[in-house]
T-cell receptor
Framework: DTAVSQTPKYLVTQMGNDKSIKCEQNLGHDTMYWYKQDSKKFLKIMFSYNNKELIINETVPNRFSPKSPDKAHLNLHINSLELGDSAVYFC????????????FGSGTQLSVL | QQQVKQSPQSLIVQKGGISIINCAYENTAFDYFPWYQQFPGKGPALLIAIRPDVSEKKEGRFTISFNKSAKQFSLHIMDSQPGDSATYFCAATAYSGAGSYQLTFGKGTKLSVIP
């Protein structure tokens, strides 16, 4: 059973399109995150949700909008995609207060052409 | 300053050798220091972590050394194996409110262990 699953694994799209990435965790965690990993492997947090409430919202263009329908799901919607959005996006989850232990999904490779 | 500086960017070690990766931080609000391991095509996975009131933690071949006064910590991989070839990230956590913690990553070290 996959603990944190993301779909799709690969996403190739044209500039200007709108796309979504879905994330689900079956670990019973109450905190979920979105991270962006650029071509140089740098991992940067984008958003954090705790019990469906937005906790962290780093400086991310408002074209990126997270949605958490319930504690087990955190989706990422991206409007008007740009070339610079090409990256690997990772969803992660943790228990509230488990400061060091995040469980990551296997990532979504987004390529904007 | 929410930054963790990691070096080297890449590291090549012979099988059986010791791999050493170093990290430094400025923010004294950081209160936990994990290391993550990432294989190609996979998400990062927690490898080992240390609290700032401990100077060393060992798990198998992996050891974290922590120097609180210097604000530095390092990962040592003893008897490095080809299967250890991966990207390693140091990280640090700080409280971000509402019972949650934010994890800040270093820029990663790509380790290659050659036979």
């Amino acid at each position: 059973d996959t603990a944190v699953s993301q779909t799709p694994k690969y996403l190739v799209t044209q500039m200007g399109n709108d796309k979504s990435i879905k994330c689900e965790q079956n670990l019973g965690h109450d905190t979920m995150y979105w991270y962006k990993q650029d071509s140089k492997k740098f991992l940067k947090i984008m958003f954090s949700y705790n019990n469906k409430e937005l906790i962290i919202n780093e400086t991310v263009p408002n074209r990126f909008s997270p949605k958490s329908p319930d504690k087990a799901h955190l989706n990422l919607h991206i409007n008007s995609l740009e070339l610079g959005d090409s990256a690997v996006y990772f969803c992660a989850s943790s228990l509230q207060g488990a400061r060091e232990k995040l469980f990551f999904g296997s990532g979504t490779q987004l390529s904007v052409l | 300053q929410q930054q963790v500086k990691q070096s080297p960017q890449s590291l090549i070690v012979q099988k059986g050798g010791i791999s050493i990766i170093n990290c430094a931080y400025e923010n004294t609000a950081f209160d936990y220091f994990p290391w993550y391991q990432q294989f190609p095509g996979k998400g990062p996975a927690l490898l080992i972590a240390i609290r700032p009131d401990v100077s060393e933690k060992k798990e198998g071949r992996f050891t974290i050394s922590f120097n609180k006064s210097a604000k530095q910590f390092s990962l040592h991989i003893m008897d490095s194996q080809p299967g250890d070839s991966a990207t390693y990230f140091c990280a640090a956590t700080a409280y971000s409110g509402a019972g949650s913690y934010q994890l800040t990553f270093g820029k990663g070290t790509k380790l290659s262990v050659i036979p």
